[in-house]
C-alpha cells in the first residue's frame, strides 16, 4: 500500500475531513468541487476503503477517514510549522491581515493600531465577528480571516484560544436623569427601563452569565445593534445603558452621560483570542499576536 498512495491526495482529504464539505475544502483549496471529488475518488481507490459517505445533504467521515486523520493529522501539522519556520516574515512587504473582533474591542484596538509606525508595510483590518460562532471559525479555518478577539471560548481541537483582556460592566444614563443621580439601588434598577445590546453585535455577554446574584427581568424597551447607539439613545432619554468601561468613559463626555456601578456584584467580561493550530507557530501570526497583545497592554497601562 505505501508504494501505491499517493501522498498529495492526503492533504486534499484532511481539508475535506476538517472542514466536513467538499465545497468548503475546495474554496479553502483555491480549486472546483469536481476536483476534490476526484481526489478523493483516487484516495479511496488506492486505498481500498470508504472514506466519506452521504448523509441528508452533506458528508460524513466513515470510522476509517477518522483513525486515517487521527493519525496523520500530528504528521500534517508538524509539515506545516517545518515549512512556516523556513519561511521569513518581512513587514516591509505589503500583508493585510483581517481580525473578527467585538464592538469593544474595534473601539479599544483601532485608534492603537493606527498610531503605531511599527507596522511597516502591513495592515491590520478589524471587521465585527460574525453573529454566528461556526460562521466565525469556519472563516478562519479557510484562511479568510487570520484570528479573532471574542467573548465567549472555543470547545474545538483546532483552535487555539487564550484570554488577553477582560474589563467591568457599568451603568450609564445622562447627566440630566430626573430620577437617577451618581448611583443607583437595586429597587431602581429594576424600576428604571433599559437599552438592550444585541449579543450579535456587542460581543457581550448576558447580563445574568455576569453575576452570582438571581436577577429579576429587566424592562428592555429597546435594543440596539450597538453599544454607540445605546449610549447615544440613553443621552437623550430616561432610559439606562449598560457598557463596558472603556467604552463608557470613552464617550461619557461626549453623550453627557453618568457612569456608575452596577448595585450587584458582576465578574468582568473576558475577552479571548482565537487562532487556528496551524498559525501557532508562522512567523507572521507570531507578529500579528505579539502586536495585537502589546496594544491591549499599553491601553491597559493608559487606564
Not at 65 to 82: E, F, K, R
Not at 154 to 170: A, D, G, T
Not at 209 to 238: M, N, Q, Y
Request: contains cysteine; proline residues 5%; charged residues 20%.
Amino acid at each position: 500500500m505505501l508504494n501505491k498512495i499517493d501522498w498529495n491526495l492526503l492533504s486534499v482529504f484532511m481539508e475535506v475531513y476538517r472542514l466536513n464539505s467538499i465545497t468548503q475544502a475546495a474554496e479553502a483549496l483555491d480549486t472546483t468541487q469536481p476536483v476534490v471529488s476526484n481526489i478523493l475518488k483516487r484516495l479511496t481507490e488506492q486505498l481500498d476503503e470508504p472514506l466519506f459517505i452521504r448523509e441528508g445533504r452533506g458528508i460524513r467521515p466513515t470510522a476509517v477517514a477518522v483513525q486515517l486523520a487521527s493519525d496523520i493529522q500530528p504528521l500534517m501539522h508538524g509539515i506545516n510549522s517545518a515549512l512556516e519556520n523556513v519561511k521569513t516574515f518581512d513587514i516591509t512587504k505589503p500583508r493585510l491581515f483581517t481580525i473578527f473582533v467585538t464592538e469593544p474591542m474595534l473601539m479599544l484596538l483601532q485608534p492603537l493600531l493606527n498610531e503605531d509606525k511599527s507596522l511597516g508595510a502591513c495592515n491590520i483590518q478589524f471587521v465585527l465577528a460574525p453573529a454566528d460562532q461556526h460562521e466565525m471559525l469556519d472563516q478562519i479555518s479557510l484562511q479568510k480571516a487570520d484570528l479573532a478577539i471574542t467573548v465567549g471560548s472555543v470547545n474545538h481541537h483546532s483552535f487555539h484560544v487564550q484570554p488577553i483582556h477582560k474589563e467591568r460592566m457599568l451603568l450609564t444614563c445622562a447627566n440630566d436623569h430626573p430620577r437617577v443621580q451618581g448611583n443607583i439601588s437595586l429597587t431602581q434598577y429594576y424600576e428604571e427601563v433599559h437599552v438592550g445590546i444585541k449579543e450579535n453585535r456587542s460581543g457581550l455577554h448576558e447580563i445574568n452569565s455576569l453575576t452570582e446574584h438571581r436577577l429579576e427581568p429587566r424592562k428592555v424597551w429597546v435594543k440596539c445593534d450597538s453599544i454607540i447607539s445605546g449610549l447615544a439613545l440613553a443621552s437623550k432619554t430616561d432610559i439606562i445603558c449598560l457598557s463596558p468601561e472603556s467604552i463608557a468613559h470613552q464617550y461619557k463626555e461626549m453623550f453627557n452621560l453618568q457612569v456608575m456601578e452596577i448595585p450587584y456584584t458582576t465578574h468582568p467580561v473576558v475577552h479571548n483570542m482565537i487562532s487556528h493550530n496551524r498559525t501557532m507557530k508562522s512567523h507572521a501570526h507570531l507578529w500579528l499576536r505579539d502586536k495585537l497583545i502589546s496594544a491591549i497592554s499599553r491601553s491597559e497601562s493608559l487606564a
